[in-house]
């Protein structure tokens, strides 16, 4: 189930968000496999998707220790709202930590296909053969 949300989620964010022109020919192909969902499926995906429990930021203040135990191992995140405003978000230190892995991989994919479309590119031959004179001058470098 978390591959097909995981999937879903990336096509939606493709279509929804406008990297349509960021995408390969190949992932485009491979995207298009995947099946496609009207404007009631997504918004019923995305809820499901991003589940979160949202609680009063007094309430978390008198019970912080067994709500922390409950969100550890990846649950769903807790949104705290202060005057009936959401002011915070906590969330699995380890969930977190994949999440911001996982931004930080689609801004460096977004980065890449940006190159390609501007050209920016370098022969893999040329790459390696670099990596390899780097990982040479270090080896004698550091004995």
Do not use: W
Request: charged content about 25%; aromatic content about 4%.
């Amino acid at each position: 189930m978390e591959k097909l949300r995981a999937k879903t989620q990336y096509q939606l964010a493709i279509c929804d968000l406008g990297f349509s022109g960021l995408v390969t020919k190949k992932r485009k192909q491979a995207l298009s496999n995947l099946p496609t969902l009207n404007q009631t499926e997504f918004r019923q995906n995305l809820r499901d998707f991003m589940m979160e429990s949202i609680i009063n930021l007094s309430e978390f203040k008198s019970d912080a220790s067994r709500l922390l135990r409950e969100i550890q191992g990846g649950s769903e995140p807790l949104v705290l709202t202060q005057n009936g405003k959401a002011r915070a978000v906590v969330e699995d230190y380890d969930t977190h930590r994949r999440r911001q892995e996982a931004l930080l991989l689609l801004k460096l994919m977004v980065q890449g296909e940006t190159d390609v479309q501007c050209g920016k590119l370098t022969a893999q031959d040329k790459v390696f053969s670099a990596l390899r004179n780097c990982l040479a001058r270090n080896q004698v470098e550091n004995g």
